[in-house]
Each structure stands twice: as C-alpha cells, then as structure tokens.
C-alpha cells in the first residue's frame, strides 16, 4: 500500500514531464511561427555567437544517428519500455529526486515523440551553441532533448554517488538484528 508522501511524490513527477512537455511544445511553435521557413539563415542571438536560436527540421534521431524513421520509432518505443520499467521496479519508493528526474527523462521523450506525431515525422530543434574563437559547434536541439540530457546525467551523478546500495544491506542488517533481540526479550 502507498503511502501519501509516495503518491505526492509521483504526482509531482508526472507534473514535471507535464511541464517539460508544455514548455517543449509552446517553444516549438513560437520558434516555427517566428523563425520560418527553417533553415531559412534567420538567427536570433541569445548570448552573441555563443547561444542562439536557428530552426531546423530533424527528420534523425538524437544528433542525427538514426535516419531510418521505422527502427527509429520502434528503438522509442523500447526506450520507453525500459524507462517505464526501470521507474517501476527501481525508484518507485525511492527519493523524490529520482521520481522528478525520470520526469524530466520521460517528459522529454514525449515531447519529441509529440513532436513526430504533429509535424508528421520531424522535430523542431531550434537552440544552438558554439563556440567560434575555436570553432566548436553543437548540435542544434531543443527543450526536449535538454531535458533528457540533464535528467540521464543528474541521475547518472546521483546513482553513481549514492549512498543507497552501501546503506541497504546495513539497513537489513539492523532489521535483522532488531528482530533477533525482540525474539530473545518474547522468551
């Protein structure tokens, strides 16, 4: 049975893909309504050369790896799959943090799953970063893809240095040993 923090904090991770979704989506739109025709050369600096925004269509996967859209739609639907899995049977009673992170994730995949649906196979990807004193140039993406990025990496970081697989044997050690000396105090 769930408890009422546990329900909480899967709302509030269902609303954090919510927003990205929103916010991925309301981004799009403006950028095709203000920047078309894409790649028409129409830039909108944010930072100098350094962050601006340039419409694009990526008819691709992430950073243009994939360009056959079948194994391209059947590789995001496994991804989700597994995404919706590893939430299930990993983090479901774990921190807050995680639950909002896999948000972020999952909020991001349907963004630009959405994305696809819409626009009938393409993606808006729209921001783009370089650094021209050295000639290094970013892939163009978008909120969505930002999303996923950050959520993957922060959860990489946390499971990484997290604290919860060395704690969990103690954890049922002291359980254990809870339990052993409530058996000796009973007889």
């Known amino acids: 049975m769930k408890t009422k923090n546990e329900v909480i904090s899967h709302i509030i991770a269902i609303f954090s893909a919510i927003c990205i979704v929103i916010l991925d989506q309301w981004s799009k739109n403006l950028v095709v309504e203000r920047l078309s025709p894409p790649d028409s050369g129409r830039i909108v600096s944010l930072l100098g050369d350094y962050l601006t925004l340039y419409y694009v269509q990526n ?49 991001g995949a349907a963004g630009n799953i959405l994305d696809r649906f819409i626009r009938g196979g393409y993606v808006v990807d729209f921001i783009y970063f370089r650094l021209p004193q050295i000639g290094f140039r970013f892939y163009i993406f978008n909120i969505a893809d930002a999303a996923i990025s950050v959520g993957v990496a922060l959860l990489f970081i946390l499971l990484l240095f997290s604290d919860s697989r060395r704690s969990q044997p103690k954890e049922q050690a002291d359980t254990a040993q809870s339990a052993s000396t409530s058996g000796k105090l009973s007889q």
Do not use: D, E, H, Q
């Open 59 to 107: 008819w691709n996967s992430a950073m243009g790896l994939l360009t056959n859209p079948v194994l391209l739609a059947v590789l995001i639907v496994v991804a989700l799959v597994v995404l919706f899995s590893f939430y299930w049977r990993l983090f479901r009673r774990g921190p807050l943090v995680y639950k909002v992170l896999f948000g972020l994730i999952l909020g």
